[in-house]
């Protein structure tokens, strides 16, 4: 149930979908702001409205981003607020209207 079953390719896909706010980018780094709460939860819905995702699925793709309770809250508003569920298997899922 909390395996990964995202491949390289997957995670490196849903990586660079991810957009924030670039503060300084050079040669050697970028440096770039967290999500805000609301951001943060619209990133988690993106990701889970293209592939239904586990808990450890979406900490990977977010790791360095967000931590496992920021990303545990977002996913419970989103299942309050009827934008998501989780399945039998643990994964969620967006709830597309």
Do not use: C
Not at 46 to 55: D, K, T, Y
């Amino acid at each position: 149930m909390n395996n990964i079953s995202l491949t390289d390719k997957e995670i490196e896909y849903f990586m660079k979908k991810i957009r924030l706010k670039i503060l300084h980018e050079d040669s050697d780094i970028v440096l770039m702001t967290a999500p805000n709460e609301d951001e943060l939860i619209e990133i988690i819905r993106e990701l889970i409205s293209e592939r239904p995702m586990n808990l450890r699925e979406i900490h990977t793709i977010l790791s360095g981003i967000a931590s496992e309770d920021k990303i545990r809250k977002a996913l419970s508003t989103l299942i309050e607020e009827g934008l998501a569920t989780m399945g039998p298997d643990g994964r969620y899922m967006a709830i597309v209207y």
